[in-house]
């Protein structure tokens, strides 16, 4: 995957990225990362990957869901929006967020944290970067961390599944189109979590099983 070509596609489309995904997924998509910071849980370092501009940020804020955080977005525009509304909404908080504009092979190596999130973004990363990605993420939770996940999934009834399938194709087509993702089919999560042995506390799932969020802890 040539990065500098995603970012410049993701920093494309950033003006209208919260428009079309909230109409696309009827805001299924914000309700399930709203979903994952139901259980009132606090943490005291936390790593927010692939944020966007910043809707996820800001809800964590509100409930106040860390002392500190590393967000971090491979678009300069994205991480540029976050930034604007956490000075606008929660200034007071700007000390307490490292915003690094990278991929996941740029966060500090020396950071542990005790919650790692990562919301609609692990589906951008073809199977084999996807794997490396992950076991990494993996070595930077602390011994007993969480792991807020939220992305695309394909339900096991059949119908739904064709459903999914179709949407998926044209969603990653779109992408490849804008932001030069090379990415066509969407991997199996849940296998690739349980190769981490990082076992599901919470699970739910948002319009008929095409969106789902889970909480996994080590």
Known sequence: MDKSKVRNGFNRIAPIYDIISSIGSLNNIRMSQIWLLTNRAHFSNTLILGGGTGYLLLESLKNNLSDTYCYVDISEAMTAAAKIKVQKQFPEKLKSIQFICASWDSIPKHEKFDLIVTPYVLDCLAKDELQIAMRT??????????????????????????????????????????????????????????????????????????????????
Do not use: M
């Open 137 to 218: 993420l993996y070595t930077r939770l602390t011994d007993k961390g969480t792991w807020y996940f939220a992305d695309f999934n394909i339900p096991a009834k059949p119908i739904k599944k064709i459903i999914a399938t179709g949407i998926l194709k044209l969603l990653y087509l779109f992408f490849r189109i804008f932001c030069n993702l090379n990415v066509k089919t969407l991997a199996d999560f849940h296998t690739e979590f349980n190769q981490l042995t990082l076992s599901v506390s919470q699970e739910k799932y948002f319009l008929g099983g095409l969106l789902v969020a889970r909480i996994y802890r080590k």
